[in-house]
């Protein structure tokens, strides 16, 4: 039998993990683009926190968890079509293919000799890629997103106002009837503010200046300056 790269105790926190959703305005999501990469991925690097997480259950018990992942994605409000997941997956298990050459198993069944490969190079791809693409459902809560980051440009015109108009999106995506995906955890969502600000070419004072009137608007504990240089691959979040 092949052996896997994780256990099954680092398989289950890597695999389900919390989902928190980006809406994102269009010139912030221009701006990430400048580095072809939407919001989103540009967060994945920095979606295993490093500090430790204290939660608290129904029974009101504290449990401290270390090397907590979180999955962050754009909204989509269309859930993923079988088709495309099929594609996908056979997509990953043709570029997960063992090389040729290698030592297979010989099986005599009967009157044939089955090569049979010794390893399964392609399985924890295909595992990995499943239960990303995996749609939500109704009768559980696995990618059910917790929360939601909106997320807007210091270059706008009025940005605090942006923020505003992002909320009134969220919440008509997750109350209106007309969409009944993506799914969410709880009625009244979280919701984190986060503004983007490019070093290379906005203005810093002013970005300072809007990340204060939005943490008066908004509270301290959800608002944050997210700053990247569109002439560089790196940012940092203050």
């Known amino acids: 039998m092949a052996q896997c790269v994780q256990s099954v105790q680092e398989l289950i926190p890597d695999s389900f993990v ?23 991925e540009l967060l994945k690097p920095f979606s295993r926190l490093t500090s430790e997480v204290h939660m608290r259950d129904p029974n009101n018990q504290l449990h401290v968890i270390k090397n907590l992942k979180i999955a962050v994605s754009n909204i989509i409000t269309q859930p993923p079509q079988p088709g495309a997941i099929r ?10 293919q063992p090389a040729e050459g290698l030592v297979a198993n010989v099986i005599t069944a009967g009157d ?9 190079p392609w399985f924890e791809s295909y595992r990995e890629t499943f239960l990303q693409s995996m749609p939500a459902s109704d009768h559980e809560f696995l990618n059910h997103y917790l929360a939601c980051m909106l997320v807007a440009s210091s270059s706008e015109a009025e940005p605090v106002e942006q923020f505003s108009k992002l909320s009134q999106e969220q919440h008509r995506i997750q109350h209106n009837n007309d969409y009944s995906y993506p799914k969410w955890f709880i009625p009244n969502t979280l919701k984190y503010y986060v503004l983007l600000h490019d070093v290379s070419a906005g203005d810093e004072q002013r970005a300072e200046s809007i990340y204060e009137e939005m943490k008066q608007k908004y509270g301290t504990q959800g608002c944050y300056l997210l700053k990247i240089n569109s002439r560089l691959y790196f940012s940092f979040m203050i």
Not at 87 to 96: A, T
């Open 87 to 96: 594609k996908l997956l056979n997509d990953v298990v043709s570029g997960s």
């Open 112 to 120: 044939y000799d089955l090569n049979i490969s010794a390893t399964t």
């Open 18 to 40: 919390p989902c928190v959703a980006a809406l994102c305005s269009d010139e912030a999501e221009r701006l990430t683009r400048l580095n072809h990469l939407s919001f989103a």
